[in-house]
């Protein structure tokens, strides 16, 4: 069982900056996938962001994509996204997750967090 719990999200204006970080429990975060997805209200589920058990290997949505960057530090068991630009339509609540492959697609993900809100004004 592997514990996950985000923390950053907030309120922002459109054009700022948040930093999103997801603490995960366990000896062996350091060979887990990590995804971060996101869900605003009345839609599905969104792939956002994963990355690497080494870090080396990172892919996002496109809607996301030359604004976030997802980054890992192992020796903390964290796993960051850094959303630069936001948008109105960046909010949601984010979640992160553990992958058991290098997936875009939610179901190959085993464990979750209990989610961030990030609210972007215009």
Do not use: H
């Not at 209200?41 to 690497?52: D, L, M």
């Not at 290098?102 to 464990?111: E, I, L, M, V």
């Amino acid at each position: 069982q592997v514990q996950l719990v985000e923390s950053g999200g907030g309120l922002v204006q459109a054009g700022g900056s948040l930093r999103l970080s997801c603490a995960a429990s366990g000896r062996t975060f350091s060979t887990y996938v990590m995804g971060w997805f996101r869900q605003a209200p009345g839609k599905e589920r969104e792939f956002v962001a994963r990355i690497s058990s080494s870090g080396g290997r990172t892919s996002y949505a496109d809607s996301v994509k030359g604004r976030f960057t997802i980054s890992r530090d192992n020796a903390k068991n964290t796993v960051y996204l850094q959303m630069n630009s936001l948008k109105p339509e960046d909010t949601a609540v984010y979640t992160c997750a553990v992958g058991q492959s290098f997936s875009a697609n939610y179901y190959a993900y085993k464990y979750w967090g209990q989610g961030t809100q990030v609210t972007v004004s215009s």
